[in-house]
């Protein structure tokens, strides 16, 4: 029964963290936590290390396919992804210098707000109006952004890959693949850098779940990826919207009950 228990639970957290992670560059962790802390009764801090774990390979074949499609701007995605891991330490540490904030629902109803976001005012520039802007000028950008979401992230943190997908089409003016295919490339460093990090403070994880959860998280990745690249602008903004706002509202009923 318990097996029983533990393949569904890990089915669905891995569908709706794969679906989030290939159409919107979304963390595993703001679903697959919640999951297996209220159903499967983990610990915390080994739930999110399962879930960023299960972010490394979801990101990764995303940020391929995206890449392969030409929806990937590895450049400006480095510049960036430097720019977070350095200022997210330094955003962890400034956070440790002050009172504690409670700030556990920020990437959550960030989830939320972005999908309705994307369903009401859709994003629609386009790569000729990308290549308008000189790369100086966007490797600058690029790392003032990276700063700003690494400190927040560090400071509060949650809500790196829905802001990071929030920058990258609203400040820096991404057509919506690209800046999905970037922020997914960023994400599968962060996402391995994060889950090493939590395996080495909180010891080895419930394999059972792990192996679980990397695997259905990958599947979905994998589907949800191939069928973004395929969709027009239209239809992609309009599916974006829909998932994101319905595993906001999921993982906002979870976190009450966790």
């Not at 450049?75 to 700030?103: A, R």
């Not at 599968?188 to 192996?211: C, E, L, R």
């Not at 589907?223 to 690249?229: G, S």
Request: hydrophobic letters at 55%.
């Amino acid at each position: 029964m318990k097996i029983l228990l533990t393949f569904f639970v890990t089915f669905f957290a891995g569908m709706g963290a794969g679906l989030g992670t290939g159409f919107a560059g979304m963390s595993a962790a703001a679903v697959i936590s919640p999951m297996l802390i209220t159903f499967l009764g983990m610990e915390p801090y080994m739930a999110v290390g399962i879930a960023l774990s299960s972010d490394v390979l979801a990101s990764a074949v995303s940020a391929y396919t995206y890449k392969k499609n030409g929806n990937l701007d590895v450049k400006n995605g480095l510049i960036m992804m430097v720019s977070v891991l350095v200022f997210t330490v330094v955003g962890s540490w400034i956070s440790s210098l002050v009172p504690s904030t409670t700030m556990g629902t920020f990437s959550v109803f960030m989830t939320f707000l972005l999908g309705i976001k994307f369903i009401v005012r859709p994003v629609m520039t386009t790569k000729e109006a990308m290549q308008g802007v000189s790369a100086k000028k966007r490797a600058i950008q690029s790392m003032v952004c990276g700063i700003f979401i690494g400190f927040i992230c560090g400071f509060v943190g949650a809500g790196g890959g829905m802001m990071m997908l929030l920058i990258l089409t609203s400040v820096l003016g991404y057509e919506l693949k690209t800046a999905v295919g970037t922020s997914v490339f960023i994400m599968a460093f962060t996402a391995f850098t994060g889950a090493v990090s939590h395996f080495a403070i909180g010891g080895t994880p419930d394999w059972t779940v792990w192996i679980l959860c990397v695997i259905f998280t990958l599947l979905w990745a994998r589907i949800a990826a191939v069928f973004a690249n395929k969709a027009t602008p239209k239809t992609l903004n309009r599916v974006t919207g829909v998932i994101l706002v319905i595993l906001g509202s999921v993982v906002m009923a979870f976190s009450m009950f966790a």
